[in-house]
Each structure stands twice: as structure tokens, then as C-alpha cells.
């Protein structure tokens, strides 16, 4: 059955370090979207990738950067990691021209910052 | 994008039907309503779409007014496992596929 799995699913890392986390998706899905959520509230949009080569920021992108080199992956890299990036990273991938708002998500990635 | 106000939780008990009703006063033409569900310490899933009148799945029904400023999630006789919270969405392909998500509804269903 295709899915979409992010690794590791607990990391704990320290101020100014470079963290990448991983996003991996089998529906050959061309839309791609890296969100974080907060304690208590809803998801927020980090970056997002319609397809190979394809990047662009979301709402909260500042601190963090994506590349896309083929159709499954989409991996967020945290620059220099910081207390206040310390949130739960959700990974969705998406299907062009079908249901517009249908995405799939991964089962989120839990980042601590010391 | 057309933003969204939900009750932020409710209460029900195993059996009984729950209706969450999401406001969105400034749909445009062109939006799609979505409802997503989210359980602890999980991704949101993917509920229902409409656009308007009533849609129903295995799952849930969603019933949109004529002038669409409002959607009515229905989710008939829950079970404690539908204890989540429900986020409501509007957005069409003009939107290139990104989802807004407010702060949802916490929904507790009780014994």
C-alpha cells in the first residue's frame, strides 16, 4: 500500500545545530508540504513543493529550507536549530487536479530543542 | 483564503449524533469545504469535501446552505474513538493546494 513516512519520528538536538528531517512518500504525489504544529494549536504551513526542482515558502519559513531532487522525498532542513523551532513537524503529500484539498499526512516528527 | 470560525470543543456521549458547524462568511465562488480529523499525537486525516448542498460518506455528512457562509459536519451515533479534533477548511486550485488550519474544534466523547 503507498504511505508517506518521516524520520525520525523523536529527535532531540541542540541550539545552532543542523537538523534535517526526513519525508519519504510512495503515492507518487507531485504536491508536497512540510507543516509544524504547536501545543494546542492548529497546523501552520512551513514550505511546500509542487514537483521536481519545485520549492516555495509557507507562512513560517523563516529558519527552515526543503529541496526536492525527485517525487518521493521532501526533506525540511533546520539551518541552525532553535528553542523556538521545538514543535511537532507533520509531512502531507497531495495529488495534483483531483481533490483539491485532499492531502495525506505522515505521523509527524517530534523536534526538542534544548 | 476564506477564513474560518468553529466552536473551540463540545461534548457528547457515545450514541448521539454530533453536528459541528464552521462559519466562513467570505467563501469565494470557486472554495471547496473540507473537514480533516486529527487524533493525538497523529496526522489530520482527510474527512469530507463538499461544495454544496449534502455530501455523505462511511464516515460523516456534510450538509452546506445555499449561500455557503456555513457547513455542518455530522458524524452519526460516536463512539469514544471519535474523540479528536475537527478542522474545517475552505479552498479551491486557486489556492495551489495549501490548507489554512485555525484552531479546530476539540471534540470529547464521553462514556
Known amino acids: 500500500d503507498a504511505e508517506i513516512t518521516q524520520s525520525p519520528r523523536h529527535k532531540i538536538t541542540e541550539t545552532g545545530r543542523q537538523v534535517t528531517l526526513a519525508c519519504h512518500q510512495t503515492?507518487?504525489?507531485?504536491?508536497m508540504f512540510w507543516y509544524r504544529q504547536d501545543l494546542g494549536h492548529g497546523l501552520r504551513l512551513i514550505h511546500y513543493?509542487?514537483?521536481?526542482?519545485?520549492?516555495n515558502k509557507g507562512e513560517v519559513s523563516d529558519g527552515y529550507s526543503v529541496s526536492r531532487s525527485n517525487t518521493e522525498d521532501l526533506p525540511l532542513t533546520l539551518e541552525s536549530a532553535a528553542s523556538s523551532q521545538t514543535s511537532v513537524y507533520f509531512c502531507?503529500?497531495?495529488?495534483?487536479?483531483?481533490?483539491?484539498?485532499?492531502?495525506?499526512f505522515g505521523p509527524g516528527t517530534r523536534l526538542t530543542v534544548l | 483564503l476564506a477564513k474560518t470560525t468553529q466552536p473551540i470543543s463540545m461534548d457528547s456521549y457515545e450514541g448521539q449524533e454530533v453536528n459541528i458547524t464552521c462559519s466562513h462568511n467570505?467563501?469565494?465562488?470557486?472554495?471547496?469545504i473540507t473537514w480533516y480529523q486529527q487524533f493525538p499525537s497523529q496526522g489530520p486525516r482527510f474527512i469530507i469535501q463538499?461544495?454544496?448542498t449534502k455530501v455523505t460518506n462511511e464516515v460523516a455528512s456534510l450538509f452546506i446552505p445555499a449561500d455557503r457562509k456555513s457547513s455542518t459536519l455530522s458524524l452519526p451515533r460516536v463512539s469514544l474513538s471519535d474523540t479528536a479534533v475537527y478542522y474545517c477548511?475552505?479552498?479551491?486550485?486557486?489556492?495551489?493546494?495549501?490548507?489554512?488550519f485555525g484552531s479546530g474544534t476539540r471534540l470529547l466523547v464521553r462514556p
Open positions: 502531507a503529500s497531495s495529488e495534483s487536479g483531483v481533490t483539491y484539498n485532499e492531502q495525506f
Open positions: 503515492w507518487n504525489h507531485n504536491n
Open positions: 513543493s509542487y514537483g521536481v526542482q519545485d520549492t
Open positions: 467570505n467563501i469565494a465562488t470557486n472554495d471547496y
Open positions: 463538499g461544495y454544496k
Open positions: 477548511l475552505v479552498g479551491d486550485e486557486d489556492s495551489s493546494y495549501k490548507l489554512i
